[in-house]
């Protein structure tokens, strides 16, 4: 007998246990598929991130109006999903609107209401599982109140004395919010993260403590989340990046207030050796309040600070690997300083902004002494934040380069490829890598790397902040990320940042059956979804004969004025995919107050043509071979 039999035994010991096993497992097979819920470039946006996730992507609209239409008015129903998506505000709300009797029905109507929607919402899964989705202290009560048949005027009284109990012991407000937590549990069985939660937004930091109480959750790492992960394994380079990039969106607190990382040194640092230049303001975006005037210059000043640095050290980088094609990497050398020129490429460039009074021309990449002590003592802090580091550790479990879902292909960037769609190659070691094995090679680094932070200038660290900006970097795509030119040079020629061919290939169907291949699935049934690039106003997020779906659609705020709406999730229930467009989230105390809730439209992707049940998916799979090792096993028992 092997292994796995020993253990399948020990768990069944008799004929009887295995039958009923087998039976449940049969069941299971049967139920309607579960439904997955996908977002990415969530960029720090954790209310819109917290809406939707409450709202399901109108997963639980759509059931209200599904199951109470013609009971309830559209505003009742906007009402009710409002309770359902925020009960602890909602019934606060409520309470100061009535009183007496009227607040006394508006309980009973509101448990009955609860209590059906709970039921449809549980419809596509086994007792046990909404059992355990359920708040313990008032298991009983629900499955009481679940599974009543009300028609029968017996129990319809006793239905009722449990409804009156819980209004007069004072528990109305507890049970409706626990209610109210598990369909918001029961509505979406996992979520996908297509990568960058961090950057830009105001809180990575609260999107991350809720991805860590949720039930069910993988991540697809975005280059964004590298540069953090990348600082925690130990890269001054990733480090110094991600400062800049909070500085440049006025976030610094991120790191002060959510982290605990003091930015003192830094700060006192940046004030003594730069002055106030407004072309390192922060990034402004619209509706947010101005900082005042001397916040902006310190801002201003540790962000060229965080700059200089971190231009210092790709040049030290870019040394150490002069084999990796890095352009538009390390330029302080290519800076001509009697001229105030640079050479990028073959032409020289004067130079605008400039702030480089700590650069050595001799030695342009050499830190200073008190660089290097503030450089230092930052990676300590980094690496001293337990919170910083329990947030990251859950990124590094959760998260993966690529992940295969159901069929599905799901990443961040891109698969590097040339404009014939062959597979780009990247030599390491003597190793070439490309296609699939790229990727597992890159993740492969990166978790040697964030296992060892002590090694700071090894292979494995320098390879996080390759997969940030590299041009073969799947999280990246563009052939150089322009940062330096950006900030120092005015012809718009030298910031362009060349996309990697697969951005044009993508909208060939031939081609993401070609990728659906390389990674093992059926390119008939399969779709890749993408995140990273957002999809600008009149282009489509479905590309490819529905194969290709990006689902960049602009959580971050910046970026809202170039997609035009507020973002895109994808949801995969038992029918098919369907495309949600939010508009722009406002805030939560609007939708509290007025009911806004963010759906645009809803498209369908892909329709199955027989409803999908679990039997169709991975969970499907895996319990079919545990029903062949239970029959195995039956075998053994005397009948
Ligand atoms: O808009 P900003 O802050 O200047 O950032 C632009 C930079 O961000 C990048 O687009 C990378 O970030 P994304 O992954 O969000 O696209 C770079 O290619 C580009 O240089
Ligand atoms: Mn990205």
Redesign the pocket.
Known sequence: MSFTQELLQEKFPTRQAVITEITNLEAILNLPKATEHFVS?L?GEFAAFDHILRNGSGNIKQKIFDNFAGQLTPKSIQEFATLVYYPTDKLEFQKQQMNGEELDQWYLDTFSRVIKLLKVSATKYTRSKVRKAMDPSFVYITEELLYTDQQQLDKRNYYNRILHNLLELGQADKFIVATCDTIQRLIVDHLHVIG?IY??GPQPDKIVERLIKYHSVDIQW???DILWVGAMAGSALCMMNLLR?CA??NNLSIIEDSYGINLRHLSMYAEHNYQDLAAFHP?MIKDEQQPKESELRLISQIQQATAVIQFKLEGQLKQRHQGWNLPGVGLLDQIDWEKNTIKIGKEDFPLVNTCFSTVDHAHPFELTAEEKSVTEGLLNSFSNSTDLRRHLDFLMKKGKMYETANGNLLFH?CIPVDEKGNFLVLKCQQESYAGQALLSFFEKQLRNAYAHPECRDDLATDLTWYLW?GPLSP??G?HE???FA?YFVKEEKTHL?HKNAYFKLRHQEWFCRQLLQEFGLNPETGHIING???VKKGHQPIMANKKMIVIDGGY?K??QPTTGIGGYTLLYNSYGLQLITHHPFTSKADAIKNGTDIISTKRVVNQELKRQTVADTDTGTALKQKIRQLHQLLANYDE
């Open positions: 470039d960029h960058d950057d830009r975005g280059n964004h990039i440049r969106y990034r960037g900006q999280l990246f563009k990320m322009a940062t950006r940042e990273h690039t957002p971050s910046a970026y």
